[in-house]
């Protein structure tokens, strides 16, 4: 509605005489303010509470960077800036070095600020991308909460996960897969192309953004569905002509330092299950209640993903990386937290007939299999060969292996439960006269 148009119905009803152009603006303003705030109030408050959280870990303990002086910092970010494999990647070291130039602040502060940021934008978008799978908006909050309670982003920069231009990269993911499920492909080779500069490992996500777009693409022109399909590659691709480095011959041996013997061998296994802990098993689990998802093409992009980028994220940190830096293993999280989702839900539909037993029986049950996990995790995994922040990984494997354990119980209880009108009948009919043959 024009202003002028505003301005004749409410003179109309007798409220006002006339309204500037400046107050409707102001008016518009404020109504925008307020559907943001109404559409993504709830996960802004949940992101902060976590990232409180998360920053309440790193400066309470010694073995996070937050704890080292500023001169390690500014030789932190030198070999960002310097080193072949990191130089590559422009956007946390340049923004890091541009807030440090403008404000005068410390390199550290520079650089968390815009961690914690990127961080808080992130919960809102990845809030808006599971609305967009289908999940209400309460389910999309608990996708909120796994999300941020995961060790990659949880405890995103302590030793060895070394995160620095990973949440740029997380950012642009999913703001390419929601731009690839509002069928804008223009949108989609834009958010690509950045994630690419990111992080290269967002390529490993191209059949993903493409079948999206594939299967997303009626109402689409087909001839601009080249531009996400050529135009990340063809940038990028020219980037690292420009910006050729041979590869670190070495590389191609990680897979055997990752499991050369019994201490980096755990510290590859512990990077792997805190990855995502618990989600794994419910990730898995929610490909058998795929059917939950009523949408054919949500199913078929979280299949396909399973299929494609989550195996080759995971196969490309233990093969070619240093598996012990968690946060590589992250990516697949577009995938891992809807289909984790997807369990938790129909999980909680299965449990609603008698939801106070069964949440009893989990309680009961949490607290003694967190203490066998961080028990098994103690004789599993005694010692690692990087040995900054060894206990704290131990624990969170432990936890989650705990959590697993409640898991598998649930599992079984619900089949048990599942199976017993099926057993009261078989023995109706023995009991039944002439039913026992």
């Known amino acids: ?15 006002v005489t006339i309204i500037e152009p400046l107050d409707v603006a102001c008016m518009n303003r404020r109504e925008w303010c307020k559907a943001i705030l109404k559409e993504n109030g709830a996960a802004l408050a949940v992101t902060a509470s976590l990232l409180g959280f998360s920053l309440w870990l790193h400066l309470s303990y010694e073995w996070s960077p937050l704890q080292l002086p500023d001169e390690d910092w500014k030789e ?43 961080a808080l934008i992130l919960g809102p978008v990845m809030h808006r991308y599971l609305r967009w799978l289908g999940f209400n908006p309460a389910w999309s909050l608990v996708g909120l909460v796994l ?37 804008r492909p223009l949108a989609t080779a ?16 191209y059949p993903v953004v493409l079948m999206t777009l594939w299967w997303q693409r009626a109402g689409i022109r087909r001839s601009s569905l080249v531009f996400p399909a050529v135009v ?56 058998w209640w795929m059917s939950e998802i009523s949408d054919k093409t949500n199913r078929s992009i979280l299949r396909w993903g399973m299929a494609t980028a989550v195996p080759l994220t995971t196969a490309v940190a233990l093969l070619f990386t240093f598996a012990r830096e968690t946060r590589i293993m992250f990516p697949s999280f577009v995938i891992i937290v809807p ?43 005694p010692k690692f060969a990087y040995g900054a922040n060894a206990m704290f990984r131990r624990d969170i494997a432990g936890i989650h292996i705990g959590l697993g354990l409640v898991f598998l119980i649930c599992i079984l209880a619900a089949g048990i439960d599942r199976l017993r009108p099926s057993i009261q009948t078989a023995n109706n009919k023995k009991n039944r006269p002439g039913g026992g043959g």
């Open 339 to 381: 289909l984790s989702l997807v369990t938790l839900r129909a999980g909680w539909n299965h449990i609603a007939r008698h939801r106070w037993l069964w949440l009893f029986g989990v309680a009961a049950a949490l607290v003694p299999a967190i203490w066998v996990g961080l028990d098994l995790a103690d004789k599993l995994f």
């Open 232 to 287: 990340p590659l063809l940038l990028y691709g020219l980037f690292r002509v420009w910006r050729w480095d041979r590869i670190d011959p070495t590389r191609w041996k990680l897979a055997a330092d990752n499991f050369s013997d019994a201490r980096t061998t755990q510290d590859s296994l512990v990077s792997l299950i805190i990855a995502f802990g618990i989600m794994w098993l419910l990730a898995l689990a929610g490909l």
């Open 76 to 118: 932190k970010l030198d070999l960002h800036l310097t080193w072949a494999p990191f130089a590559i990647r422009y956007f946390q070291s340049y923004s890091t070095l541009a807030l440090h130039n403008l404000f005068g602040w410390p390199f550290k502060e520079s650089f968390f600020a815009i961690q914690f940021s990127l």
């Open 1 to 15: 509605m024009s202003s002028l148009e505003l301005n004749r119905f409410l003179t109309s009803t007798g409220r």
């Open 147 to 183: 999300t941020f309670t995961a060790y990659p982003i949880m405890g995103a920069h302590f030793e060895p996960t070394h995160t620095w231009d990973d949440f740029w990269a997380y950012l642009f993911l999913v703001l390419t897969l929601m731009s690839a499920l509002d069928r």
């Open 190 to 205: 834009f958010w690509l192309t950045l994630g690419c500069f990111a992080r290269e490992q967002t390529l490993l996500f």
